[in-house]
């Protein structure tokens, strides 16, 4: 069992930088896919970013098309901790963060069985 903490979200301006922690309790990361979506007011939740995790020291991240060359997926192990690095936000960046864990992992929430609170990201001037 996998319990999921998001942090680090606020207002920033357009084309500032935020990164995002989703600390994770109850379970080894090792043993998960780990992910983010995004929801907007009144949008659906959309797919955001995930880790396709190759051996133990190897991983890379697979990015929406939306935020890909801005967006960062990044694992700490030792500290059971996921993050997204983001750069050169934009206000259709706003909304809510949410960090997920699954067994297999994908770009659906069907895929995922964890999920944290969320963390409220506003861009705006």
């Known amino acids: 069992q996998v319990q999921l903490v998001e942090s680090g979200g606020g207002p920033v301006q357009p084309g500032g930088s935020l990164r995002l922690s989703c600390a994770a309790s109850?379970?080894?990361?090792?043993?998960?896919?780990m992910g983010w979506f995004r929801q907007a007011p009144g949008k659906e939740r959309e797919f955001v970013a995930h880790?396709?995790?190759?051996?133990?020291?190897?991983?890379?991240?697979s990015y929406a098309d939306s935020v890909k060359g801005r967006f960062i997926i990044s694992i700490e192990k030792g500290k059971n901790t996921v993050f997204l690095q983001m750069n050169s936000l934009k206000p259709e960046d706003t909304a809510v963060y949410y960090c997920?864990?699954?067994?297999?992992?994908?770009?659906?929430?069907?895929?995922?069985?964890?999920w944290g609170q969320g963390t409220q990201v506003t861009v705006s001037s």
């Open positions: 997920a864990a699954g067994t297999l992992g994908g770009t659906r929430e069907n895929q995922y069985g964890y």
């Open positions: 109850g379970g080894t990361l090792g043993d998960y896919v």
């Open positions: 880790i396709v995790q190759k051996d133990t020291r190897t991983y890379y991240g």
